[in-house]
């Protein structure tokens, strides 16, 4: 059997099988989430029922530090292959290994992290972590009906991410909470399974409540794109609007887009850019199986990956600054220094630092698998969202769905940014981008608020 006939018996029987998936008479989405959730193994009666909101400074013991410098001295290495095609590149980590070692001051960065105000909290029995910066010059003044924006990192970044984007915000009259994923950085980590997208953002909606903000704007990426959408759906009457700058989704019609697409690209497709995004879609296919196998691995292993990440520095950069070159568009050249124009080496250790110093990443990799074992996490990509919604599409990001498939999830799409440039950590790459974004989306949402143009109970 020739290959081009193996090709098309392939794209068939895919386009069969999403359409089985896909086309089958659409119900109503029902979140159920869970009844009295709790996160801690201390049962409700017998833990700390302290819920006070508790300032909070990043400070790592010496002996961390020493012990970290200690593996440093001893890192093991070998010869990898050129390119990025089989994973990280020798000669891309062993320079930043020695920066690490030599060069990176954590004291200096954990004084930066400290110039923001920061809390922790318990939110159902864990304690969660979040910076919660207000305007510093009050003479500026922010004519916006609602100022409160709640920003949402994902994986492998942190709160970090933010920290060039919250004094920009500020700086234009706005309130900014911005929480460390549960079992991320300097939150508490869930001591029993079952917190995934949903529950987090039901902890979220909880502090944004406990902070007192009646209203309020969400924008995040990654998992934050995933829990501002979740937001979006079981928090109406608070959340005002989401902005994400990253979307997952497959085709509303995918029959027509996967099945006559294939046989009739250019018909299906007109615009030569949206084409390549899905088609051809065996090459799609193969191509997602590529990205996403970090996905597979965390979402089926944590443990067994994070025993090791978190024992060697050199396993956990290795892991976590692959995702930076590879989402960032630098596996595409062969310049090493790519990255490194779109971060400095001090921004990359210190996201990494913050996995090593609080020992998250393997509770942070468990989010996965936690998210793909859940009911409600796997059904809320199904639910529709109608509060207004901005996004913005960053050419390097992992995922860029065609606009056309946008309106039939996303009912009040606000605003849509086809931006020049920056990938997927866009926070931290290009906040001179990004935030111009969010503000204007807001800006946005709210000429329609108050013209009586957003509705959220309706199917159209």
Known sequence: ???????????????????YVYLKPEKPVIIKGKTNPWWSSTPPLQADNDTSIRPFKVHVEQDVLDDLKIRL??????????????????????????????????????KLINTFDQFKTKIYGIDIHFIHALPKDTTKVNSMPVKVILLIHGWPGSVFE??????????????????????????????????????????????????GYDKYYVQGGDWGAAVSEALAVIDTSHCRG?????????SPNPI?????????????????????????ILDRVIEALHKYCYLILQSTRPDSLG??????????ASWILEKFVRWSGC??????????????????????????????????????????????????????????????????????PPRRWLSNR?????????????????????????????????????ELYAQGKVITSSDS
């Open 1 to 19: 059997m020739k290959c081009g006939t193996c090709a098309t018996i392939t794209v068939g029987f895919i386009a069969i099988i999403i359409a």
């Open 73 to 110: 001295n001893n890192i093991r290495s070998y010869p990898s292959r050129p390119g990025w095609d089989y994973g990280t590149n020798t000669d891309f980590i062993l320079p930043i290994m020695k920066y690490w070692r030599n060069d990176y001051d954590w004291r200096k960065q954990e």
């Open 162 to 211: 933010f920290y060039k984007v919250i004094p920009m915000l500020t700086q234009r009259g706005y309130i900014i909470v911005a929480p460390s994923l549960p079992g991320y950085g300097f939150s508490e980590a869930p001591q029993v399974p079952g917190l995934g997208v949903t529950e987090t953002a039901r902890i979220f909606a909880e502090l944004m409540k406990k902070l």
């Open 242 to 250: 989401i902005h994400i700058n990253f979307v997952v989704m497959l």
């Open 256 to 280: 027509y887009t996967y099945g006559v697409g294939s046989i009739f690209p250019s018909l299906v497709f007109p615009d030569p850019e949206e084409r390549k995004r899905v088609l051809p």
């Open 307 to 316: 025993f090791a990440f978190n024992d060697s520095p050199l396993g956990l």
């Open 331 to 400: 596996d595409q050249t062969h310049k090493l220094s790519c990255i490194e124009d779109k971060f400095t080496k001090d921004e990359l250790l210190t996201n990494v630092m913050i996995y090593w110093v609080t020992q998250s990443i393997t509770t942070s990799m468990r989010y996965y698998k936690e998210s793909m074992n859940s009911e409600d996490d796997l059904a809320m990509p199904g639910a529709k969202i109608r509060i207004p919604t901005g996004i913005a599409d960053f050419p390097y990001e992992m995922e860029r």
């Open 410 to 446: 996303f009912k009040q799409l606000v605003t849509y940014t086809t931006m020049p440039d920056g990938g997927h950590f866009a926070a931290l790459e290009k906040p001179e981008l990004l935030v111009p974004d969010v503000v204007n989306f807001i800006a946005k949402s709210e």
